[in-house]
């Protein structure tokens, strides 16, 4: 069949907003969460993490909410800058047999930040 | 820097050909993950090591294989290249398995052509 490139949602903000990027994640059974930033050329770089016994958590400039009654995961990041624009994706950790888990992540958001 | 390591930052290849790939861990992580991400498939987990044992397959072809060193270095090997095998593989360590983060080299961008 034809090949498609990956159609990535996508987020355009003014610098200084705030942004909430979104993801549902498939396991209800997924007990670890974890948002990356993946700018060009690069690898995913870890943001924050959650797990399942939280519903809120903080960093800096970036919280994150997980809401396991809908299986709905949010990125939220203060005053953004243009800095911050790149791919974000959410990462479910599944456990995959025993004591074994694998990290799957989701399609990615592309966030672009308008100066 | 993540400070994991992965040589080389680029190849080229012909289809039918064998290559590997090559990850240093960050010190102290025990263990390493390969993932392959290519423009329609996203990022596709494909084999996770903990200390020199395989502890998870994902989507990993035959011609595909993996191992984990005792200096925890690890190499991923892929066989009988085919054009559809071109994509960015990234190798990520953490300290252990289960829930921590992963964290991300920056990639082996793989063309075959």
């Known amino acids: 069949g034809e090949s498609v490139g990956l159609h990535l949602p996508t987020l355009s903000v003014q610098e200084g907003d705030n942004s909430i990027i979104n993801c549902a994640y498939s396991?209800?059974?997924?007990?670890?969460f974890i948002w990356y930033k993946q700018e060009s050329g690069k690898g995913p770089q870890f943001i924050i993490d959650i797990r399942s016994n939280m519903d809120k958590r903080q960093g800096q400039r970036v919280t994150v909410l997980l809401n396991k009654t809908v299986k709905h995961l949010s990125l939220q990041i203060a005053a953004t800058q243009p800095g911050d624009s790149a791919v974000y994706f959410c990462a479910e950790n599944i456990q995959s047999g025993g004591s074994n888990y694998k990290l799957t992540f989701g399609k990615g958001t592309l966030l672009t930040v308008n100066p | 820097d993540s400070g994991v390591t992965q040589t080389p930052k680029h190849l080229i290849t012909a289809t039918g050909q064998r290559v590997t790939l090559r990850c240093s861990p960050r010190s102290g992580d025990l263990s390493v993950y390969w993932y392959q991400q290519s423009l329609d498939q996203g990022l596709q987990f494909l084999i996770h090591?903990?200390?020199?044992?395989?502890?998870a397959k994902g989507n990993i072809l035959e011609r595909f294989s993996a191992q984990q060193f005792p200096d925890l270095h690890s190499e991923l090997n892929l066989s009988s290249l085919e054009l559809g095998d071109s994509a960015l593989y990234f190798c990520a360590s953490s300290p252990r398995h289960g829930n921590s983060p992963l964290h991300f080299g920056n990639g082996t961008r793989l063309t075959v052509t």
């Open positions: 396991n209800s059974a997924s007990d670890y």
């Open positions: 090591y903990y200390n020199g044992e395989e502890r």
